[in-house]
């Protein structure tokens, strides 16, 4: 399985960004699949997660303005970030795991700076 990110960049504050993960295996809907984030010298963080049948979680510093979905027939999963902070910026990876075992993209940067 391969996980391949899109859409990272360099955004002012207050902007908006979408990332999009296209998952290469099949049977995707039975994947939980997620996005981290990691920033030099700190652990990669959870942002989103988002079953095949069930409700999105978030971290609480993105509630409100990052939105995770999936297409299941595409196999995609999208991160839609609004409303992005300084804060925000870091190397966004996307995530996928099934029967216990995980699956990660090369990681994607996003940069918010004005």
């Known amino acids: 399985v391969q996980l391949v990110e899109s859409g990272g960049g360099l955004v002012q504050p207050g902007g908006s960004l979408t990332l999009s993960c296209a998952h290469s295996?099949?049977?995707?809907?039975?994947?939980?699949m997620g996005w981290y984030r990691q920033t030099p010298g700190k652990q990669r963080e959870l942002v989103a997660t988002l079953k095949g049948g069930g409700s999105p979680t978030y971290v609480d510093s993105v509630k409100g303005r990052f939105t995770i979905s999936r297409d299941n027939h595409l196999k995609t999963v999208t991160l839609q970030m609004n409303s992005l902070k300084p804060e925000d910026t870091a190397v966004y990876y996307c995530y996928g795991k099934a029967s216990d075992v995980a699956y990660w993209g090369q990681g994607t940067q996003v940069t918010v700076s004005s």
């Open positions: 295996g099949s049977i995707f809907n039975l994947y939980v």
